[in-house]
């Protein structure tokens, strides 16, 4: 069995710069590989443009630190900031690793952004006829699914759907990605502002990190988890 690489997620909307800072280099440490971060509320007015300079230093830090951070996006981003669908310098200026489409881009898009070696993150919840990017030649060893988190209960996906799923897309050789939670102290800091834990399996929900970690690794179907919620202990 692989064993399993990890990931963190940030929040700079949410969380100061020094904290992100220490957070990152303690992640590095402890060799975690990969990062998430959200940019579908993004504005491109005075505020969002202060942001949008914060998330490039935490980014290009996290790049220095060797995590590979994608970023969440859709087309509401693009337009609002007068970018095309194929846009690669933005986001390789801002530090990105990859993209993670949220509503999904038509395989005509994710060919040219491969090619420019942008990784891409699909959404791996949902089922995707791979045969469309396979016919317009796209190299599927360079994306990555990736698994929604849930933060309302009852809404996570059942497991059998998540296994199911998971090894679809690994029998494709594409890495497979999912957000697992911490426990719901009222402490942690995720992108909803709701205390319901961030699972993708809905099982997962209430379960120490501990117990969710040991569970995930019985599935080959899935090769990286990242923690959806900031403020991970070290230890």
């Known amino acids: 069995m692989k064993k399993k690489k990890l990931g963190i997620s940030l929040y700079p909307e949410k969380v100061n710069e020094k904290e992100l800072i220490v957070y990152i280099n303690d992640a590095a440490k402890a060799k975690f590989e990969y990062g998430f971060i959200n940019f579908l509320y993004m504005k491109n007015n005075k505020e969002g443009l202060g942001k949008l300079?914060?998330?490039?230093?935490?980014?290009?830090?996290?790049?220095?630190?060797g995590i590979k951070v994608f970023g969440d996006v859709n087309p509401e981003f693009y337009e609002d900031f007068g970018l095309q669908l194929k846009?690669?310098?933005?986001?390789?200026?801002?530090?990105?690793?990859?993209?993670?489409?949220?509503?999904?881009?038509?395989p005509q898009v994710i060919k040219e952004l491969t090619t420019k070696e942008?990784?891409?993150?699909?959404?791996?919840?949902?089922?995707?006829?791979?045969?469309?990017?396979?016919?317009?030649n796209v190299d599927l060893a360079i994306l990555n699914?990736?698994?929604?988190?849930?933060?309302?209960?009852?809404?996570?996906?059942?497991?059998?759907?998540?296994?199911?799923?998971?090894?679809?897309?690994?029998?494709?050789k594409i890495d497979v990605s999912g957000f697992?939670?911490?426990?719901?102290?009222?402490?942690?800091?995720?992108?909803?502002?709701?205390?319901?834990?961030?699972?993708?399996?809905?099982?997962?929900?209430?379960?120490?990190?501990?117990?969710?970690?040991?569970?995930?690794?019985?599935?080959?179907?899935?090769?990286?988890?990242?923690?959806?919620?900031?403020?991970?202990?070290?230890?």
Not at 160 to 167: A, D, G, P, T
């Open 53 to 65: 300079e914060k998330y490039k230093r935490i980014l290009l830090h996290a790049k220095n630190k």
């Open 87 to 106: 846009e690669f310098d933005f986001f390789n200026e801002m530090g990105l690793y990859g993209l993670r489409f949220d509503e999904g881009a038509a």
């Open 118 to 136: 942008m990784h891409i993150q699909i959404n791996g919840s949902n089922f995707i006829d791979l045969k469309t990017y396979k016919d317009k």
């Open 145 to 172: 699914a990736c698994h929604n988190f849930y933060p309302l209960k009852f809404t996570g996906l059942n497991k059998q759907k998540f296994i199911e799923y998971s090894n679809y897309y690994n029998t494709q």
């Open 180 to 235: 697992i939670s911490i426990d719901n102290d009222g402490s942690r800091i995720g992108s909803w502002d709701v205390n319901d834990g961030m699972p993708r399996i809905e099982e997962h929900r209430d379960m120490n990190i501990f117990n969710v970690l040991e569970d995930c690794h019985k599935y080959n179907g899935i090769n990286i988890l990242i923690i959806s919620k900031h403020r991970l202990s070290v230890e």
